[in-house]
């Protein structure tokens, strides 16, 4: 057991290494990683949902009852914010509709499941990015659906009764399983927490090489495009919500927290729905498999710069503490 908590511990930290170097060999050298099939998508999401689920508590909706003003901004940004900048950036790049679906679909999810590591990294306010993972994964079953009906309806067909129950099988199923064992198996719980990082990354990973390596040839041609628009997309949301936690004079640790909610979607389940509604598009699973790389490496660098820029105002004022008593 202690071998495992230490190998859960080197995966944990070095998860966007690991995600970079099996997401470049399944595109240099597909056949390796081959056995992976993108019909493993959905049960492989399931998992990682379903640790979600055993992490946890109903503490974790307090912050809900307790801050509702805070967890309202935080979702209504969540859902607007990354819609919005998917849809725009589609059309300023001109991208087709295979791609434009598959940057849509990342929009219109929730959350991502490691931003409420990423915002502990930060010194943000770890209470409100549950509270938003939380509430905004309970409402992408009716808001996913409706947002991609919205922003892609024109281009494709979107059956959002379909995804409304794929969204509710892969996700809320798995989570509600796991809050479920977790409220009453808490010893085994306890014990299965310690390894669930390597379970879910190891999910992770396998969705990421599944889907790039079944489209490796065509990632070689527009692969430099698709990489761009995700980074802007996922960029653009650590700023603007950043600028509207700002806008509404919350505390700094608030903004952190959702910045980073916000920049971060659950990109598995943008994946899981193209390859499931969408097969007749298969670049569509290919924005959500690289926003699954990339978000990991952009949300452990902004959490390391608000936590460096935390611990510098941390010092900054113990110096004006000082000075003012020596004065």
Known sequence: METLKKVTGFVSRNMAVIVIAVAALALFAPSTVSFLK?????PLLGIVMFGMGLTLKPGDFKVVFSRPKDVVIGCIAQFTVMPLLAFGLTKLFGLSPELAIGVILVGTCPGGTS???MTYLSKGDVPLSVGMTAVSTVLAPFLTPFL???YAGARVDVDMMSMFVSIVQVVIVPIAAGFVINHFFQKFTEAVVEVLPLVSTT???AIVAAVVSANSAKLMTSGLLIVAVVILHNVLGYVLGY????ALKLDVTKCRAISIEVGMQNSGLATSLAATHFAQYPLATIPGAVFSVWHNVSGAILANFFARNAEGQKNESAAGTERTAQA
């Open 38 to 42: 993108t019909s493993y998508v959905n």
């Open 115 to 117: 931003s409420n590591v």
């Open 148 to 150: 991609t009906y919205v």
């Open 203 to 205: 999910a992770i990973v």
């Open 243 to 246: 600028g509207i936690g700002k």
